[in-house]
C-alpha cells in the first residue's frame, strides 16, 4: 500500500504548492489525480517518486519511507525523456544495467514486442513519432517491474487518437503485472477512462478537495451513459473545487472536449 | 482528416522527384567549392606564363608545387613539418588534458566554479600572445614555452566547451538517471559524458584550430625548424613560393588534423549525424 500522510511542500521561493495531502492507495489501484493548475498535483508526484523532498508529511510504500528514488517505484514523464544517445532497445533496458546481458536482452525484447515495437529495437529515438517515443517512454519504466508507476500527465502532448490508443495500451499492459498507478492529468476524460478512483485537488495552497469511485467494468465504453455520468460528475467537483458555477459547464463544452487545464 | 489525405500525396511527389536530382549534386557540390579556387589558380598560371606579370611577388602554383617538391626531395619538408606537428601535438595534449579536467571541475561543482572560473575567465581576457615575452623569460626560447603557448590557446575554448556542455545537459535527463538511481560514478558515464560529447567534440576542433593558430605566432618569434620558421625564412630571404608553400601545408596539416578528430568521433555521435545529413540537403 501506498501511504501519503499530512504531505506538504514549500518552495524557497514561497510558494506553498501542497498542503496536508493525506490518502491511501491500495496495491494494484489506478488513481488518478485532477485539478486546476497549480494545485501541486505534479508536486505530488515527485514527492513520491522521490525527487523531490517533502517539506512535511511521510511517503510510505508498504511501510517503507520514500525520499530518494525507490526501485519499487517507475515514472512516466509528460515527455518521453528518451536517452537520444541509445537505441530503442537500449532505452528501454536502461534500468536494467544490473541484469547480465542475455536475461537483460531477453526482458527488453520481451518488452519491445509488448509495445508493438519489436521492429524499432535498434532505431534512434529521434526516429519515432511522439506516441512511439512516449511507448518507449511506458516500456522503460515497466520493465524493471515496478509495484507503483507514476505518470505525470504522459499524454498530453499526443493527439487524440494516438492518446486514446495509449490510453488503452496503458490499461493492457497494466493487467500484466497490475502494479499501483498514480496519473496526474487534467483530462477528465482521460481520468475517468483509466481509473478506479478520481481525486480531485484544490489549488493554492494544493490539497485534497473529493474523491470519486469509478465503479465501472473495464473495458470501458467512452460513449456510454453510465461513462458520461462519471465524467460529469468529477466535472462538477472540479467545478466546485475552482468555486465556479455549474450549470454553464455543459452547455459550453461537448464530450470529449473535456479538458482541464 | 480524409479529404486531408490526397492533397498529401500530390504535394509528396514532386517531393520525390527533386530528390532524384539533388542525389547528383551531393557528388557535384564539393566540385563547386573546388571550382573557383581552381579558376584562380589556373587564371594566374596563365597570366605568368603569358608573361603579363612576373610573377615574383605572387608566384604562379607551378612554381609553388615546384618549391614543395624540392622542399621534399631534401628532407627538409619532412623535418619542418614533424617539428610543427609535434608541438601542436604536444601543445593541444596539454591544453585538452587541463581543459577538460578544469571544465568538468567548474562544470559538476558549483562551488569550484565560483572560485575558479572568474580568474580563468580573466585571463581569457588577455590576448594569449601576450603571455609570450613571460613565456619567454620563464621557459627559454625553446621548446617549452612555445608548446606553453599553444596549450594556452588551446585550453580555454576547451574548458569553456566541457563547462558549458556540462552546465547545459537536460536536467529532465538527469532526473531519468536519479529515477533509475544511478550512483555518482554512473551517472557521469551513462548520462553526462555521452550528453556532454558532442559539445566537446566541437570545443577540441576549436581547440585544434587555435592551436595551428598559436603555433604559427610560436615559430615566427624563433625556431630553427618548423612550417613557422619556413614562413620567416622565406620573408627574410624574399623567396615568396617557400612562403606559400608552407602556407598550403599548413592548411593541408590543419584540415587532416580537423578531419581525424570528426572521423574518429563520428561512431560516438552516430545518434545525431542523421540531423547534420538532414540539414545538408
Known sequence: MLALDRVSKTYPNGVHAL??????????????????????????LRAIAGLDRAS????????????????????????????PWLSVADNIGFGLADLPATERREKVARALERVGLADKAQAWPRELSGGQAQRVAIARALVPQPEVLLLDEPFSALDAFTRRDLQDHLLDLWADTRPTLVLVTHDVDEAVVLADRVLVMRPRPGRLFDQIEINLGRPR????????????????????????????????????QAMWW | MISDAPVLQQSSEPAEAAAKPSRLSRYARPMLGILLPLILALGWELVVWSGWSNGRLVPPPSRVFATIAEL????????????????VGLGFAFGVVAGTLLGAISGYWSLARRLLDPTVQALRAIPSLAWVPLFILWLGIFETSKIALIAVGVFFPVYLGVMGAILSVDRKIVE??????????????????????PAYVVSLRVGLGLGWMFVVAAELIGA??????????????????????????????????????????????????????????
Not at chain 2, 72 to 87: C, D, K, V
Not at chain 2, 229 to 249: C, E, M, R, S
Open chain 2, 224 to 281: 630553427s625548424e618548423g612550417l613557422g620558421y619556413l614562413l620567416l625564412d622565406g620573408q627574410q630571404l624574399g623567396k615568396p613560393a617557400q612562403i606559400l608553400a608552407a602556407i598550403v601545408i599548413f592548411a593541408i596539416l590543419g584540415k587532416l588534423t580537423d578531419w581525424l578528430i570528426e572521423v574518429g568521433s563520428a561512431p560516438l555521435l552516430r545518434w545525431q549525424d542523421a540531423f547534420g545529413r538532414a540539414k545538408e540537403t
Open chain 2, 72 to 87: 621534399a626531395r631534401s628532407g627538409e619538408l619532412l623535418r619542418h613539418i614533424a617539428a610543427t606537428l609535434w608541438r
Open chain 1, 19 to 44: 498542503a496536508r495531502f493525506s490518502a491511501e492507495i491500495r496495491q494494484g489501484e489506478i488513481v488518478a489525480i485532477i485539478g486546476g493548475s497549480g494545485c501541486g498535483k505534479s508536486t505530488l
Open chain 1, 56 to 83: 512535511s508529511g511521510t511517503v510510505t510504500l508498504d511501510s517503507e519511507a520514500i525520499a530518494s528514488p525507490h526501485a519499487k517505484i517507475g515514472i512516466i514523464f509528460q515527455e518521453p525523456r528518451l536517452l
Open chain 1, 221 to 256: 465504453d467512452r460513449n456510454s451513459p453510465l461513462f458520461e455520468n462519471f465524467k460529469r460528475s468529477v466535472l462538477t467537483s472540479l467545478d466546485r473545487s475552482l468555486d465556479r458555477s455549474v450549470p454553464d459547464r455543459d452547455a459550453t463544452q461537448g464530450p470529449g
Open chain 2, 176 to 197: 531519468v538517471g536519479r529515477i533509475f538511481r544511478l550512483s555518482g560514478p554512473a551517472m557521469i558515464r551513462r548520462i553526462l559524458l555521452p550528453a556532454v560529447l
